[in-house]
């Protein structure tokens, strides 16, 4: 493979780098793309851009306390590479297993670190993309061009969380922290602890520091769903022990699970008040108490409409029987001087505030996108398999599933990915967009993510930013993997929803004039 770009060979003569493929991003996406690229198209040339000082993306900037992964590993890791430890790992764990993978596949010498992604131009002219940013540690510019954008940027500003705004923060005399930014020097030795929330982080952080802190109470305005259970795989274990290979036992408990996981999501629609009982029962085992389980692990919604958080042998809910931690279901009134007033009227005494509240989103990483010196609005796009836009050439973005791990919907656009590429060569293609087909005209419109379906509340703040879904195939943005898993593979290059130009075998399919892409990003 060649790890080296080559010249742009267009009319610019620019002497920046130029790759056929760019990753943005060296998380679990951008290092899972650039793997399945050099695995099924060796040839091609290829960087991996990252604002960090490492790989890693979540599991490196992210830093509270007992941070952990709330999917198992056996399919939040990749396919190709066996998971040998816990299911539930810890963020040093994950980083570990990324770091084989660089390492193991030479994508060390891909990766830029410290390089900040601030815009990507579209010259049709040129059929490629010029990206523009800065060196965090430098702050020298720089200038990259690409023939293909793999966007693995992630989903939310990594330097910053969401934190509503409360009357009478400023008069809180204590420390109010965000888990995204928790400062490596905190003392919660002696100290009573608010944490605001109760999604998956509140879950890991409250038992990795409740015995440490004086006392950590979970404010939460509303219940949230809870899957408990051993930290352990009995089925991996029991194969282990018969010494079978870890690439069969890592695949068979991969394909169990993934089995399971269907019957809990379908099962959350067809019969949804009895999985409710089924988790609520796995909390009460652990907690002890109907009259909590009632009184704050009843959620209001039914289940998977909001992610479910896995507890590993119920340590949460272990803290909370010990006395070291507890729960407050209220909502906020203010803050004052020594804590938090509730609308109940009580007052939670607290010398530090967690803000576990969370993420905020950045459509597309923030980053200025422009196709022929008109910018790009991707609110006023349609997504073409969740995964590109309509009126926006030779980008991929890679958005991971709600109901089950991130990582498999990498491995599957990993292959589309190459598939299409594979099928452009075929073209003689140097540029592919999505296009609305004559058969769309008068379909359906629909949000990104149907609120009815999936509804947290950092989705919910930024959806009119994201793009839309149509009501019909190719353009619905289905968050199936078990579907993703038939359709993607199997689907049609030629349907006419791709619109491939560049060259002598597509003169009948060109790109469209910048008029007509015009009209899809309105």
Not at 472 to 496: C, F, I, K, V
Request: glycine share 8%.
């Amino acid at each position: 493979m060649s790890s080296i770009p080559h010249a742009c060979s267009d009319r610019a003569a620019s002497t920046a780098e130029c790759f056929d493929v760019l990753f943005i991003g060296a998380g679990i996406s951008g290092i899972g793309g650039a793997y399945h690229l050099r695995q099924q198209s060796p040839r091609r040339s290829f960087a991996i851009l990252d604002e960090q000082d490492s790989f890693g993306g979540t599991w490196w900037t992210h830093r509270y306390p007992g941070i952990r992964s709330d999917s198992e590993l056996y399919t939040f890791g990749y396919r190709f590479k066996p998971w040998v430890g816990a299911p539930i790992a810890t963020a040093e764990e994950i980083l570990k297993y990324l770091g084989e993978v660089v390492q193991e596949n030479g994508l060390d010498r891909h990766i830029r670190y410290k390089h900040r992604v601030l815009s990507a131009s579209w010259s049709t002219q040129d059929a490629r993309w010029t990206v523009k940013g800065v060196r965090t540690d430098t702050q020298e510019p720089f200038v990259v061009h690409a023939r293909f954008l793999w966007m693995g940027q992630g989903y939310y500003h990594h330097d910053k969380g969401y934190i509503p705004e409360w009357p009478g923060m400023a008069d809180y005399r204590g420390t109010l922290i965000h888990p995204q930014q928790w400062p490596e020097d905190l003392d919660i030795g002696g100290k009573r602890v608010v944490l605001i929330g109760s999604g998956a982080t509140a879950a890991t952080v409250i038992p990795a520091i409740a015995g440490r802190c004086a006392h950590v109470t979970m404010l939460q305005r509303s219940p949230t769903y809870f899957k408990t259970g051993r930290n352990a795989n009995e089925l991996a274990d029991m194969l282990r022990g018969l010494s079978i290979p870890e690439e069969w036992v890592h695949e068979i408990v991969r394909r169990k699970l993934l089995k399971e996981q269907q019957d809990v999501v379908d099962a959350a629609f067809s019969s949804p008040e009895e999985l409710r009982e089924r988790l609520l029962a796995g909390v009460l085992e652990h907690l002890g108490s109907q009259e909590m389980v009632d009184r704050h692990f009843t959620p209001r919604y039914l289940p998977w409409r909001q992610r479910i958080a896995f507890v590993p042998d119920g340590d949460l809910f272990k803290a909370m029987r010990s006395g070291d931690a507890s729960v407050v279901t209220d909502e906020i009134e203010r803050f004052e001087a020594d804590g938090v007033r509730v609308k109940s009227g009580d007052l939670l005494k607290a010398d530090i505030v967690v803000a576990a509240t969370g993420l905020e989103l950045a459509v597309m990483g923030g980053i200025a996108f422009t196709v022929d010196g008109r910018p790009v609005d991707f609110s006023q796009t349609v997504m073409y398999r969740g995964a590109m836009f309509t009126g926006v050439p030779n980008l991929l973005w890679v958005f991971g599933y709600f109901r089950a791990s991130w990582t498999l919907r990498v491995d599957l656009l990993g292959d589309f990915f190459c598939r299409l590429l594979a099928h452009m060569d075929q073209q003689q293609a140097t540029q592919v967009v999505p296009r609305l087909r004559p058969e769309d005209a008068g379909m359906q419109m629909l949000p990104w993510v149907e609120p009815s379906s999936f509804n947290p509340g950092y989705l919910t703040r930024v959806m009119d930013r994201m793009p839309r879904q149509g009501s019909q195939p190719p353009w619905q943005h289905t968050q199936d993997y078990w579907r993703d898993s038939e359709e993607l593979p199997a689907a049609s290059l030629n349907d006419g929803a791709l619109v491939y130009g560049g060259g002598p075998r597509s003169a009948s399919r060109i790109l469209p004039s910048r008029e007509a892409a015009a009209q899809d990003l309105a």
